[in-house]
């Protein structure tokens, strides 16, 4: 009896210390998000590619824009940038609600500030915020596809409904008046231009507005000889001294010319220092919204003739100069400079918005790549996870005062919203699964980046 008391005894041991393994692996499971899926997302490539200045080889709209190959992606993004025919990423990255209209939903993990990564589409008859007939003043007719032959809008209709609270409604005047005497900068490549033009047709509700200045020469926004169009737009609202404006820097690198008295001459692409637009100009701004990724790749940096230096010579550092780390490298370094002038501007505030997903699905750019999907939020609705889908940009601002913008996750459920085969000066077979519509998903990046200021 006795004996098999103390069997009995320590049969029940092992049981509760299997137990409480058991219990211990559930609450790890759940703090990396693993059991909130109800869809899974297979993710499409996110290639890094190179838009040339206005003066340089390639163009700013997506009717005269290539989408080019790209240089071997880090392994931070490896797992998001798989083809869709792919297996799915792991499940503790990504989870998806299907059900667009379930406003019974319970996301896990109560968040204690709002944040915006996480959250769902849910449909908004109230949108969009402004006509893509009426914004002709401010928006490229390139990115109207309201001017185009597409006849499905069901894409504008969507509006962002963050997981732990509710996202203010953005209203135009009550807008301009926060941003009374301030200046909003919006710095990088096509996709900023492209929120650059959003937010100027949100402000003015997509209507004519003369009385809207054209400041551009005060920021040297002129054209250039040879050039189609300046390296940046500015307008200021009188009413409220509110100046909105964007520069073209498609890598955050400042360029300078080997020998100026040449137009031939190639150009030294420092790594290591940010655009001069921004150092010229930085004590004039109060918001700044900063963005590369794409268009980082060997054929843009030879038909520009542009050549990578570091510390003012060129580039020595062989693991440097692989195109994906000399890319990561400068977005480390401009934010950190940045971070670094933050206490002499105090009226400043810094966002560096993630990188914008493509959506080229059984093929590429120029090998019959499409996104001819119309059917909003096929791939589910929804996201909650713990990290952005851009791992670099959480990276880089990680341990700095520049907050992240990150629009990657809740911009990937949206491939409907892309210009695709509608673009009004579009080459035969040849899709724009890179740029979005307007009014469509940009406003979206606003409505976040104005939540937040």
């Known amino acids: 009896m006795r004996f098999g008391s103390i069997n009995g005894l320590r049969?029940?041991?092992?049981?509760?210390?299997v137990l409480a393994f058991f219990m211990m692996f559930l609450l790890w499971k759940w703090e990396k998000g693993t059991?909130?899926?109800?869809?899974?997302?297979?993710?499409?490539?996110?290639?890094?590619?190179?838009?040339?200045?206005?003066?340089?080889?390639?163009?700013?709209?997506?009717?005269?824009?290539?989408?080019?190959?790209?240089?071997?992606?880090?392994?931070?993004?490896?797992?998001?940038?798989?083809?869709?025919?792919?297996?799915?990423?792991?499940?503790?990255?990504?989870?998806?609600?299907?059900?667009?209209?379930?406003?019974?939903?319970?996301?896990?993990?109560e968040k204690k500030e709002c944040n915006y990564m996480n959250g769902k589409w849910v449909s908004d008859n109230r949108r969009p915020l402004y006509s893509g007939f009426g914004c002709k003043q401010w928006l490229s007719e390139s990115w109207s596809c309201r001017l185009t032959q597409r006849t499905d809008f069901e894409y504008e209709k969507f509006r962002w409904q963050p997981e732990a609270c509710e996202m203010p409604e953005?209203?135009?005047?009550?807008?301009?008046?926060?941003?009374?005497?301030?200046?909003?900068?919006?710095?990088?490549?096509?996709?900023?231009r492209?929120?650059?033009?959003?937010?100027?047709?949100?402000?003015?509700?997509?209507?004519?507005?003369?009385?809207?200045?054209?400041?551009?020469?005060?920021?040297?926004?002129?054209?250039?000889?040879?050039?189609?169009?300046?390296?940046?737009?500015a307008y200021r609202f009188p009413s409220t001294n509110t100046t909105i404006l964007y520069h073209w820097s498609s890598t955050l690198c400042d360029l300078e010319p080997l020998n100026p008295s040449d137009p031939a001459t190639s150009y030294a692409m420092h790594l290591d220092r940010p655009p001069a637009f921004l150092k010229?100009?930085?004590?004039?701004?109060?918001?700044?919204?900063?963005?590369?990724?794409?268009?980082?790749?060997?054929?843009?940096?030879?038909a520009n003739k542009w050549e990578m230096y570091l510390d003012g010579a060129p580039n020595k550092n062989r693991n440097i100069a692989v195109i994906w780390k000399a890319k990561n490298f400068t977005i480390h370094s401009v934010v950190k400079w940045l971070d670094a002038q933050l206490p002499h501007h105090?009226?400043?505030?810094?966002?560096?918005?993630?990188?914008?997903?493509?959506?080229?699905?059984?093929?590429?750019?120029?090998?019959?790549?499409?996104?001819?999907?119309?059917n909003p939020l096929a791939k589910g609705s929804g996201i909650h996870q713990n990290h952005s889908d851009d791992?670099?940009?959480?990276?880089?601002?990680?341990?700095?005062?520049?907050?992240?913008?990150?629009?990657?996750?809740?911009?990937?459920?949206?491939?409907?919203?892309?210009?695709?085969?509608?673009?009004?000066k579009a080459t035969p077979g040849v899709q724009d699964c890179l740029h979005w519509c307007l009014p469509g998903v940009p406003d979206t990046w606003n409505e976040i980046l104005a939540a937040q200021l």
């Open 170 to 192: 953005f209203e135009a005047s009550q807008f301009l008046r926060r941003m009374q005497d301030k200046t909003i900068a919006y710095v990088g490549d096509s996709l900023g």
């Open 194 to 233: 492209q929120m650059f033009q959003s937010m100027m047709c949100m402000v003015t509700g997509g209507k004519h507005r003369p009385d809207v200045e054209d400041v551009g020469r005060e920021y040297g926004f002129v054209l250039a000889p040879g050039a189609k169009r300046p390296d940046g737009w």
């Open 391 to 424: 791992a670099d940009a959480e990276s880089a601002v990680k341990g700095t005062r520049i907050k992240l913008l990150d629009i990657t996750a809740l911009s990937r459920l949206r491939d409907e919203g892309h210009i695709s085969r509608y673009s009004i």
């Open 346 to 374: 105090p009226q400043l505030k810094v966002f560096y918005r993630s990188i914008s997903p493509r959506h080229f699905f059984n093929g590429e750019w120029n090998t019959g790549g499409s996104c001819d999907n119309t």
């Open 280 to 302: 010229n100009n930085l004590h004039r701004f109060h918001v700044i919204v900063l963005n590369t990724g794409h268009h980082w790749n060997r054929g843009k940096l030879r």
């Open 35 to 109: 059991y909130f899926n109800t869809e899974i997302l297979q993710q499409d490539s996110l290639v890094l590619t190179q838009q040339a200045k206005s003066k340089f080889v390639d163009q700013h709209t997506s009717s005269e824009e290539d989408f080019p190959s790209a240089d071997p992606l880090p392994q931070s993004l490896l797992k998001i940038e798989k083809q869709v025919t792919t297996a799915p990423p792991p499940l503790s990255m990504i989870g998806y609600s299907v059900d667009v209209a379930d406003d019974n939903e319970v996301l896990p993990s």
């Open 11 to 17: 049969w029940k041991q092992i049981k509760l210390v």
